[in-house]
C-alpha cells in the first residue's frame, strides 16, 4: 500500500503528467511550433516526463514512503541489492508509463479532444497496474491477462522486485520489452500524426 502511494504520482498512474499540455497543444495547433524546434518531439517530452517524475518521487514518494516505515510495520528488505534493484525496475517504470500516456496523447491529432482518452487511461492505470489490488491475486485467465498488460510494469514489478517475488532480471526484460514497444510505437504513431499536421497546413 504504502509502495503504491509512494509511486501514485511519480509514475502518474491516474494521469496528471505532461499529457494534458501535449493534448492542449495539439488541440490549439501550438503543437506545429513544437516541430519546428531543433530537438525530437519524443526526447523532450520524455526528458520533461523524467524531471517531472524525479521530483515526484522525492516530495510525494520517498517522504510519505518513509512515514509509513516510521509509524507501521514493514516487511521491507535489508539488503542493498534489494532496493538498488527497486531503483532499476522504477526508471523502467517510468519510460513504460511515459509510452503509454505519449500514446494516448498522440490520439488528440485523430480524436480532437482528450477527455475520454483521459477517464480510459485513469481507470486503466489504477485497475491494471496493481494499485488497487495485486495482479497475482487476480483470478485465473484475468491475472494472466493483466499481467502481461504494459500497466503491470509500473506497480507490480517494482513491487515484486522489492519484495523478492520475482527475478529482477525477469522484471526487468518485461518492462524492458514494453518500453521499447512503446516507444516504437509512440515514434510510428508521431510520424503519422506529423503527416497528417503537414496536410492540414498546420
Given at each position: 500500500?504504502?509502495?503504491?502511494?509512494?509511486?501514485?504520482?511519480?509514475?502518474?498512474?491516474?494521469?496528471?503528467?505532461?499529457?494534458?499540455?501535449?493534448?492542449?497543444?495539439?488541440?490549439?495547433?501550438?503543437?506545429?511550433?513544437?516541430?519546428?524546434?531543433?530537438?525530437?518531439?519524443?526526447?523532450?517530452?520524455?526528458?520533461?516526463?523524467f524531471g517531472r517524475a524525479l521530483f515526484q518521487l522525492i516530495?510525494?514518494?520517498?517522504?510519505?514512503?518513509?512515514?509509513g516505515a516510521l509509524f507501521f510495520p514493514m516487511a521491507l528488505p535489508t539488503d542493498v541489492t534489494s532496493w538498488l534493484a527497486l531503483l532499476v525496475a522504477l526508471l523502467l517504470a517510468m519510460v513504460v508509463s511515459f509510452g503509454i500516456r505519449y500514446l494516448a496523447a498522440l490520439s488528440v491529432f485523430w480524436l480532437l479532444d482528450g477527455?475520454?482518452?483521459?477517464?480510459?487511461?485513469?481507470?486503466?492505470?489504477?485497475?491494471?497496474?496493481?494499485?488497487?489490488?495485486?495482479?497475482?491475486a487476480f483470478p485465473g485467465g484475468l491475472g494472466t491477462f493483466v499481467q502481461a498488460l504494459p500497466w503491470a510494469a509500473q506497480l507490480q514489478m517494482p513491487?515484486?522486485?522489492?519484495?523478492?517475488?520475482t527475478d529482477p532480471?525477469?522484471?526487468?526484460?518485461?518492462?524492458?520489452t514494453w518500453a521499447v514497444v512503446l516507444l516504437v510505437a509512440g515514434r510510428l504513431t508521431q510520424s503519422a500524426a506529423t503527416r497528417r499536421v503537414v496536410v492540414q497546413g498546420g
Open positions: 500500500m504504502w509502495l503504491g502511494q509512494c509511486l501514485y504520482a511519480t509514475l502518474a498512474i491516474q494521469g496528471g503528467g505532461f499529457e494534458k499540455d501535449l493534448m492542449d497543444r495539439i488541440r490549439t495547433g501550438d503543437i506545429a511550433v513544437d516541430l519546428y524546434r531543433p530537438a525530437d518531439l519524443q526526447l523532450w517530452w520524455l526528458a520533461s516526463d516530495g510525494r514518494g520517498v517522504i510519505p514512503f518513509a512515514f477527455t475520454g482518452i483521459n477517464q480510459a487511461m485513469m481507470i486503466l492505470g489504477i485497475f491494471c497496474s496493481g494499485m488497487v489490488l495485486p495482479l497475482n513491487a515484486d522486485v522489492l519484495m523478492g517475488k532480471l525477469h522484471a526487468y526484460a518485461f518492462q524492458a
